[in-house]
């Protein structure tokens, strides 16, 4: 079975830039999550989709973060325009929703560096 | 919200010895203890957790105790090998045993184990 994968692995823009993430959740999976980590700090939750529906986006920055769902399968997160702060390592993780067993399946994350 | 600290920043030991990371939780709502090993290149993956209604619990050589009064939570690793390098993140959630896990993570503990 194929796990959650991101892509791209490592995006290198400039400020004011637009980048767009993608996720593909492990088939099956209908909760979808993006996290990010700044360097050194925390992974900080983003938001929660269950399907295509926004559950939870509680840990958006700001309106620059765009994150869509269509169709309940991948995902993708747009950052636009980019600052310097949003660089950081986007980490999507996906679950089923009906086991109760509480774990998140990771991707490998897309590294983000704004210049 | 909820804010999870993490200590230490950094560990390293000797192939052999045991290693400890702590973790302090603020919210006592939260009941949902998770422990998430990230290797080099990968995204983090579930090693154990525990909830509330448990005080410990063991798999083979890693272990998991919570202190609720106390607010703590702790991962101990015993027998270390030198692919338990990496980098473990503890977090904390109020999720129920629904599937949906808005995780707090803390910052990360980088293990490092010399032969």
């Known amino acids: 079975e194929a796990g959650v994968t991101q892509f791209p692995s490592h995006s290198v823009i400039e400020k004011g830039q637009t980048v767009t993430l993608r996720c593909d959740p492990i088939?099956?999976?209908?909760?979808l999550y993006w996290y990010r980590r700044v360097m050194g700090k925390e992974i900080k939750f983003l938001l929660h989709f269950v399907k295509e529906s926004k559950q939870d986006e509680s840990g958006m920055p700001n309106n620059r973060f765009l994150a869509e769902r269509t169709g309940g399968t991948y995902s993708t997160l747009k950052v636009q325009p980019a600052e310097l702060e949003d660089s950081g390592v986007y980490f999507c993780a996906s679950s089923q929703v009906a086991r109760n067993t509480g774990e998140l399946f990771f991707g490998e994350g897309s590294r983000l560096t704004v210049l | 919200g909820e804010n999870v600290e993490q200590h230490p920043s950094t560990l390293s030991v000797q192939e052999g010895d045991s290693a400890v990371i702590k973790c302090t939780y603020s919210d006592s709502a939260s009941n949902y203890f998770p422990w998430y090993k990230q290797e080099l290149g990968k995204g983090p993956q579930l090693i154990i957790d525990i909830r509330s209604n448990v005080g410990e619990k063991k798999d083979q050589r890693i272990a998991v105790t919570l202190n609720k009064t106390a607010k703590h939570f702790s991962l101990h690793i015993t027998e270390t090998q030198p692919e338990d390098s990496a980098v473990y993140f503890c977090?904390?959630?109020?999720?129920?045993?629904?599937?949906?896990?808005?995780?707090?993570f803390g910052t990360g503990t980088r293990l490092l184990v010399s032969p």
């Open positions: 088939s099956g999976h209908d909760n």
């Open positions: 977090a904390a959630s109020k999720g129920r045993d629904t599937g949906f896990q808005k995780l707090v």
